[in-house]
């Protein structure tokens, strides 16, 4: 496997400068041999006409977060990450990578949960190319190689999650954000590592079931949400229940036998359990016959 190793070239100013001071020169001692008619001096100042015409080719510009990979026939020679005029042999390849920080958001994905539901999803993934020969070498294109297998590590981890978690504690897409996210992350840099890409962050931009299923589930959650609430409304009414039995057999306001307080236990229950507003009833009689 090819690894990156940085080289830098000659000066450009001084190469700039030496190469046109030639290209006068040689143009002036054409003129004169053609004036003197000595095909011999003429020959020569073509040749170095053509020679120095093509060493300006070896001039280049490298900006910042910005490198050139440098490839003479078919051989890799190095990576110059410096900023700068630079001059090259003028028959290298110099192909120019970003190493700017950059975002890929996908499309909206439909895929299914780990219960089999069809869920919509997409991420956000930034990233930067930290390796360029792996970049250029090791993939036909990085950047269509990243969209790819970002999409395909989407596809992977809403697979391998459900929905929403089903017991307490278990990890769940809607409601583990922050472990989704690293896993995401984790799942794309792996993908990712031979093409000589680091990935920054990763984060689920969009989620939501499928329209067909998005009533169903809707409903669902709701059912939920109220047996949820259900739970600590009585949890809470039980303590209260408790509470009050406590306090009165303590000091001593009434003796209840358990006849009694099976019916107070009751109507307390009726009362702090109710979604409705208690409406007292005075009853002047007896529990007994």
């Known amino acids: 496997?090819?690894?990156?190793?940085?080289?830098?070239?000659?000066?450009?100013?001084?190469?700039?400068?030496?190469?046109?001071?030639?290209?006068?020169?040689?143009?002036?001692?054409?003129?004169?041999?053609?004036?003197?008619?000595?095909?011999?001096?003429?020959?020569?100042?073509?040749?170095?006409?053509?020679?120095?015409?093509?060493?300006?080719?070896?001039l280049t510009v490298v900006n910042p977060n910005?490198?050139?990979?440098?490839?003479?026939?078919g051989t890799y020679k190095g990576t110059v990450k410096e900023p700068g005029f630079w001059w090259f042999n003028p028959f290298t390849r110099r192909r120019r990578v970003s190493l700017r920080v950059r975002n890929f958001e996908s499309s909206k994905l439909k895929v299914n949960d780990q219960d089999g539901n069809p869920v919509e999803i997409a991420a956000v993934v930034v990233w930067k190319v930290v390796e360029t020969a792996e970049a250029v070498f090791h993939v036909d294109d990085y950047e269509h190689f990243?969209?790819?297998?970002?999409?395909?590590?989407?596809?992977?981890?809403?697979?391998?999650?459900?929905?929403?978690?089903?017991?307490e504690g278990q990890t769940s897409l809607r409601m583990s954000v922050i472990e989704i996210s690293h896993k995401l992350r984790d799942e794309i840099q792996e993908r990712l590592e031979k093409a000589g890409v680091e990935v920054i962050e990763a984060r689920i931009t969009h989620l939501a079931y499928a329209p067909e299923i998005a009533g169903a589930m809707l409903r669902r959650q709701q059912a939920s949400a109220v047996i949820a609430a259900?739970?600590?409304?009585?949890?809470?009414?039980?303590?209260?229940?408790?509470?009050?039995?406590?306090?009165?057999?303590?000091?001593?306001?009434?003796?209840?036998?358990?006849?009694?307080?099976a019916s107070m236990v009751s109507n307390l229950l009726v009362v702090l359990c109710s979604d409705r507003d208690a409406q007292p009833i005075v009853n002047a009689g007896t529990l007994y016959q």
Not at 16 to 35: M, N, P, Q, Y
Not at 160 to 167: N, R, T
């Open 66 to 73: 910005e490198a050139k990979v440098v490839v003479l026939f």
């Open 146 to 167: 990243v969209h790819v297998q970002s999409e395909s590590a989407v596809r992977t981890l809403a697979t391998s999650y459900p929905y929403d978690a089903h017991v």
């Open 230 to 261: 259900r739970q600590k409304i009585v949890e809470g009414a039980v303590g209260m229940v408790q509470m009050a039995l406590e306090q009165l057999s303590q000091k001593h306001v009434v003796e209840l036998d358990e006849e009694r307080k």
């Open 1 to 58: 496997m090819l690894q990156e190793k940085t080289i830098k070239g000659f000066g450009g100013g001084f190469m700039l400068i030496l190469l046109v001071a030639l290209l006068v020169g040689s143009f002036a001692l054409f003129i004169r041999s053609a004036r003197q008619r000595d095909s011999e001096t003429v020959l020569v100042a073509l040749t170095l006409l053509a020679v120095t015409s093509v060493c300006l080719g070896g």
